[in-house]
Structure formats: C-alpha cells, structure tokens
C-alpha cells in the first residue's frame, strides 16, 4: 500500500520544479521553443508506449509498482527534490539575460555582446535580429561579482551594462544605444592664449571625464567611444583645399512663346547634357515654388527696367553703407489696382511665361579654405567668377532662351551675375575641401574616407585610427550634375569600410 502523504508531496515538488523550470527557460532565455519541441517529441513517447506494449501486463504492473515504491514514495526524495530546486534557484541567482528588442521595422541588425576582456581579443559573438524580433543573451554573472556586458549593435555606439542574476535586462533600438557627445570648442582667443602655454584641461560630461596634460586649444569630442582628437599637423596640411562650386549657375528666360507655368512641380522635370570644349554641362529646368511667385516676377521686372534697377541698387548700396534694413515696398506688389488687369494675377500666371535654368559644370575645384583667427574664408587665387566653365553655360542657356523666347522676350542672367550685383555665383552644390586623394599630398582623406595622418612624410597613406569624413566635402572635384547620389554612395562605402 503506498505511503500517501510522501507520495503526494513528492509528487507536487516534482511539478513545482518542473514548472519553474520551464518558466525561467521561457522568461529568460530563447531556448523555450526548443525545450518545448522537445517534450513534445512524440517519437520518445511512442517508443515508450511502443516498449510498454511488449511488456506482460505482469511485468507492467511490476515496473509501475517500483518506480512508486522507490521513486514516488520514497520518504526522502522530496528532500532530494528541495536540494536540487534550491541549487537550481541558486544558479539563476547568478545568471542574468541581456534582451535586445528591434521595436521598429528595418532589415537585421547584427549583436556583437562580448565581456571587456573579450572584446579586447575581439572575439566575434554576431546574432542576426531580424525588425521586430528580440536576441536574449544569458550571462553568467555571480552574486559575489557581477559580470559587465559590451553591447554591440552594428552601426551604433557601445553600450556598456552590468547583468544582474535573476533579472531580464531589456534594450530597445535605436533609443537604448543612443547617447549624446558633446564637442568642446575653445574660443579663438582661449587658442592663441593657450599657445606655448599649454595648461591640463579637465572636462567632466555625463559620467565621462576626459583629463589632457598638454591642453593647447585644439577641439576635443566628449562622450565619444574613443577619443579622435586631431593632431594640428593634420589639420594644418589640409588647408582646406580643392572647393568646387560644381559649375552651379542659373538663369532665366522671361517671356517664352509658349506658357511653361514654372510654378507647378516637381522641381526639374528634363534635362539637356552637352560636352563644350571638353567641359561637361547639365541644363535643368526649375520650378519656381508658388510662395516665391509673386517675388520672382517682381524682382526680374525691376531688374529688366532700368530706371527701376538703378533705384533699387541705389538703395541697397544706402543699407549696405549704414547696415539699414532697406525700404522695398514700392518694388513690390500693391494692393490690386483695379484699373491694371496684371493686379489680379494669380501666383501660377505670375511666372507662367518666366522659365528658370538650372545649369551645372566643371570649375577646377581651385577654391581654397583658410581659418583666419578661427573664422572660415573661402577664396580663389584667380576670381572665380572668371573661370571659362560659366562664359560657356551662358552662352549655352542663351542659344536656348532665343529658341524659347517670344518676340518681346529675352534671357536674363541670374540677378548678382549680372543685372545688380555683377559677377557673383550662387552655389547650392557645394563640393570638396577635405578631397579624396591617393596620398597625404594629395588630398585629406583616402577613397574610403580615413583622414590621412598629416604628421607622417608628403606621400604617405597612413590614416589616423577612428577619423572618417562622411559627406560632400571629400568630393575631390566637380562633378556637373546634381551630387546627391554620388555623395550617398560615398557615404556608404565610408560607413561599410568603418563598421567591423
Ligand atoms: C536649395 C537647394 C536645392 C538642392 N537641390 C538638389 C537636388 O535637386 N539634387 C541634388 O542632388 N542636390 C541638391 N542640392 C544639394 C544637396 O542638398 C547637397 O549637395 C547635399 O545635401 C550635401 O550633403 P552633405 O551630407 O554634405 O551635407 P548636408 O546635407 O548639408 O548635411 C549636413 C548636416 O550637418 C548638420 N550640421 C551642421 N553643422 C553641425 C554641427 N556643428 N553639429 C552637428 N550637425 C551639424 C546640418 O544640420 C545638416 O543636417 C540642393 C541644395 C540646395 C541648397
């Protein structure tokens, strides 16, 4: 007759056990499915019933009768059943989990988690997770000391957690990794008063402190996983050089033959590419939003009358002398007069028949910057206004605009070309500065834009550790069209070179 009371007792610590089991699998770990799949495996359960089969009833009853009387009923087996779920319980004291959530959609992300020490040696630990998925990561950290975790997510900064034992740590993308860096600029003034004086800087941000002894004034980033400052040779051997005003012009046709309405989108709509004299140039058109309407229009009619241009440069010469806000209402348009049917225009028939020139180029990339006391000049040996590239776009947009002209029409170059303030460019695509180059003499970074040590032998290629240059500045030249693209795939190969 089995003892009831062992038994039932036993039994319900065998159940507690198991259940706590498969709750901390399944809070803590992604082993769950796993662990489920293999309960319930019903090949092992089969075989078992299979087995069973064979045995006589006899034997069955036998077999039953012992495991209950050596096993279920077994005085002490709820104390060997307390001692292994308090082990069990002490284990999990000493094993934390690192969850990290995608919260939002994207491709996969790649997890590198890696103790210090480990990442020291950089061994690679990389799990894919997938847009909205989730990667635990169970860690071995003990009650006496806890375990510190280097999180990786390729693409963001480190981050850097203690797993507590029995606790899900749970991190987010990208809000949990993000963390503010802070550049500390000194003034012009600190700069100079600092040179050949140099003093200990001690800078404290965020629980970051960055200490430098030999503090001269040079900028420093704060917060940053490692520290990228610059040294003065490098950044006195780049001098800012190669600036393309990639050829940027523009111009205008007022008065087409046939309506354009510039003032509907998108932005261009066609283009025209030509080779002049070796020289690439792009002609787009351009739209003229429906906000700027009604000051486009003005400003090409006061600029096309030349008693109204001469009054309008004499006022702005007056404000530019005494730093006076200039008087231009009686430029632009009035209240309707009902006797002038143009008062009653609407935005879209303002600039129906004034079609705008977008044009670009090859300059030679000869604009250089300088930082005197701290402020950044720009300036051409030779005024820029004379390199042949804008001579030749000009010609090109007029053989154009006497195509597209009425007979009252005519071109008009854009306003501080010519018209009010001679021979002055506006350039929307900027380029260069810190140029692509094969060497250190060459340019400031290299095709995967790593800042070129300034400090090492002209001719050099050896690049400063932790130092890339993502965006148009190291476009080493003009490039005629509209540079968007080739700066974002740039960008990309920069970011795929950087990131492990
Ligand atoms: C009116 C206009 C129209 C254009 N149209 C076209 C077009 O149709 N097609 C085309 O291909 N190109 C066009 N361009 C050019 C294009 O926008 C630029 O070539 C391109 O955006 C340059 O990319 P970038 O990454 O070098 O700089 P940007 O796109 O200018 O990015 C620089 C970023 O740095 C930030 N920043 C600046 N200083 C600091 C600081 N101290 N700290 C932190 N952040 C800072 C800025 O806020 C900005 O977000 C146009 C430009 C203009 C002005």
Redo the contacts with the bound molecule.
Sequence with gaps: MPQSGPYKLNLFLIGVLGVALCWWIYHFTDWFEAFANLLALGGIFSWLAFVAKVLPDERLKEMQAWVDSSVLTRPKLWLAVLIVGAVLFVGALCVGTIEVQALRAGGPVRIHKATAAAAERDEPCWELLSANGHARFVIWSPLWKRTEILVKVSGLPDRTETAPGFTRVEMQLPDSFRRPVLMLRPTAALTQQLEGQPKVLVARYRGDRREVRDYHGQSLWINCDTDVDTPPETIAGWRGKKFSTNGDFGGFVLGTKAPVYSSRGP??TCHVRAKLDGLHVTVEDCAIPAMFAAITSTALEVLNNFAQREAFRAKMVFSWSFKAMPDLRDFFPHPPDTYDPTSYETEAEMVSNIFFFNAMGQDDASGEFSLPFDRLDLDWANPIANRPVFAKIETLLKTLAEEMRSPEGRYMAFPLWDGFANRKLIV??PLGGCPIGATNADGAVDEFGRVYDGGKPAGSKDVLPHLHIV???VIPGALAV????T?SAQALRTIGAALP
């Design positions: 932005i261009n929307v695509h965006d148009a500045s509209n540079p968007t693209l700066i």
